[in-house]
Every structure is written in C-alpha cells, then in structure tokens.
C-alpha cells in the first residue's frame, strides 16, 4: 500500500530533477529541468527556470520565469539539467549540468551561474563557467559530469557531484570548497559511493542526484540509482554530522533503497530529490516520477526516448523517522 501525503500529486507537471528551497528571505523557490517533448524540440532542456511563493503550496502555480537560457553565445548549450539554487557566502548560485560542445549535447560538465542580486527571482543570472578542480586534481571534471549539489557541516562546505569513473559508471564523489569561491572545488575528490547493489544497477549501473538531508547530528546523502524507468530509485548513507566527512570511514551505505515504483500508488521510477522544510518545520521531500498514463504507454510520447518526454512530473512528500532517527520516504519501515 502506498503511503498517505498532505500534499496533492502531482505537484507540478512536466518538471523532470525538481529542487526546492527554503529561503531565509521568506520565499520558497522552485526550480527543475525544463523538458524536451521530441528528439527535434528546439526548446527542451535549454533553460533555467524558477518559481517562487511564501508557501510550499503556492509554488504549484506560481509564475515561472527563465532567468538564463543557452544559446548561441553562451558557454554551455544543451543539454541544461537538473539546476540547484544555493545560497552561498552571501551570493545566490545555480549549480547545473551542460555541455560546452555544441556538436555534442552529451559532453556534460558541471557549471555555475551567479547572480548579481539578492534576490534571485529578479536578479540578472550570468555564466561563472565550467566547475573548477585543485591543483593536481586530474580527475574531477573530466569526464560525463552532473548533479552538483552543495551543504554546510561542521562550519565546512562541501560539494557532491555525479561522475563517470575510468569504467564508465556514473558514481558520487564529494569535495569541499570555499564559499568564497564556490566554483571550484579545494580538495581532490573523495569517491563516496559506487553501484554496488543489485538495485542500483537495473538495466544501468547508476548513482546520481545527490541530495543532503540533516537530522538530529546526522547528514544524510539520498541518490538516485539504476536506469530512468520505472527501476529508478533512491537510496541513502549516512555519516555524523561532526565526522571527518571526506574520510569513507565516516559513511554507512544503506544496502537497501529507501524509495521505489513499489512504494507508490500509480507512479513509476521516483527519483532525483530534494529536500527542505515545511512551514511547520517538517522535512519534506520533492520528487519526480512518472505517471501510469506514461508507464501504461498512452501518455502520448511512448515512441520517445525516456530522456525526451515530459512525463516526469515533480512530487511532494513529508519525510517521516523511525526510532533510530533514520529517515523513511516510502511510509513505512524497510
């Protein structure tokens, strides 16, 4: 039986990688890949977009701008993917995934954009560029890069992205930054997890999306896992939050995921979350999965590519704990 919610689902449609914030300006804020509706869409995954509202609610249909959109003149073009808006040393950034190769939309790296008010949602957003490594650092960066997410601990800031290995499996690796200059990373990379379990490697052996939760002294680290259909899933670790963070030692990987098609009630392949607050203070968590109409084939884009579809549509849950302060997603202990 899938779990019971207070928040009506879909949340808002056709928004594919949904990230969402809490603003100590009071505003929440919104933000997702924008989709592609056909191999030839000369729009999809071209923009930035942002919604903001002072409830968690009201962002169902708040107004949506773009605030930056590629194009000819800019350093990255498509594909532009799962964007993050983070607060940072008193400058708001965009974390985002996009290719620097105009014949090629699949070189990705990650990128930033930086915003030169505070307030993102009228501000002017401007490219700072392709995520920079530390000196003798000849890996990170270098390959199929994406999924840049940020957090603070322990008065440390830290960087988490998704990157292929030298086998070409999408693995976590984590550094820390500057929040000074937080477009480059100040350590060399830390691999923090790898597919390893049989649910992480369901037609492709996948760890992405990374998304920070704190609890209680604790961080916890959910991904996504296995290919994009309906075997999409997320999993967890998790560390202290005082630990030495970019020792391994610090993390427990979770062997079993904690979100699955099997968890829900007519949605497929749930996935590449976020996390924030409510108004009460409860966590939640925003989401994004397919509907049955699309798993059923009758969605009207089933000839399509998964990856060319707007059948993604973001989601809202309240995280629960169990009596060992770890985090249930699905409603239920596992």
């Not at 070409?168 to 100040?186: D, R, T």
Request: aromatic content about 14%; overall charge negative.
């Amino acid at each position: 039986m899938g779990r019971q919610n207070t928040y009506a689902n879909p949340f808002i449609l056709e928004r594919a990688d949904p990230f969402m914030i809490k603003a100590d300006d009071g505003w929440y804020y919104f933000t997702a890949s924008y989709p592609m509706k056909r191999g030839d869409d000369p729009e999809g995954y071209d923009r930035v977009i942002l919604r903001r509202s002072k409830t968690v609610d009201g962002l169902r249909e708040a107004e949506e701008i773009t605030i930056w959109q590629a194009d000819e003149k800019t350093y990255t073009h498509r594909f532009i993917w799962a964007p993050e808006l983070h607060y940072i040393g008193g400058t708001w950034y965009i974390f985002y995934a996009g290719s620097s190769d105009a014949e090629n939309n699949w070189a990705f790296d990650c990128n930033v954009l930086v915003c030169d008010s505070r307030d993102p949602y009228t501000g002017n957003w401007t490219e700072k560029g392709k995520f920079q490594k530390t000196e003798g650092d000849n890996f990170s960066f270098t390959g199929f890069s994406l999924d840049m997410t940020y957090f603070e601990a322990g008065g440390k800031h830290y960087v988490i992205w998704a990157q292929h290995n030298e086998a070409k499996i999408s693995c976590l690796y984590m550094a820390q930054i500057n929040p000074a200059e937080p477009w480059k990373i100040i350590t060399k990379p830390m691999l923090l997890t790898t597919p390893e379990y049989d649910w992480e490697k369901v037609r492709y052996a996948v760890n992405e999306g990374p998304a920070v939760l704190k609890h209680d002294g604790k961080i916890f680290v959910c991904f996504s896992a296995s290919g994009t259909g309906p075997e999409y899933c997320v999993g967890a670790l998790e560390a202290d939050e005082n630990a030495d963070l970019l020792d391994i030692v610090a993390w427990t990987k979770f062997d079993r995921p904690l979100l699955t098609s099997e968890d829900l009630v007519d949605e497929y392949g749930p996935g590449h979350n976020s996390f924030t607050k409510d108004e009460e203070g409860n966590d939640i968590f925003v989401y994004h999965a397919r509907s049955k109409e699309c798993f059923e084939g009758k969605c009207g884009y089933s000839d399509n590519d998964p990856l060319q579809d707007p059948c993604r549509h973001a989601r809202i849950h309240t995280v629960e704990w169990n009596a060992d302060g770890k985090p249930i997603l699905n409603g239920r202990e596992k």
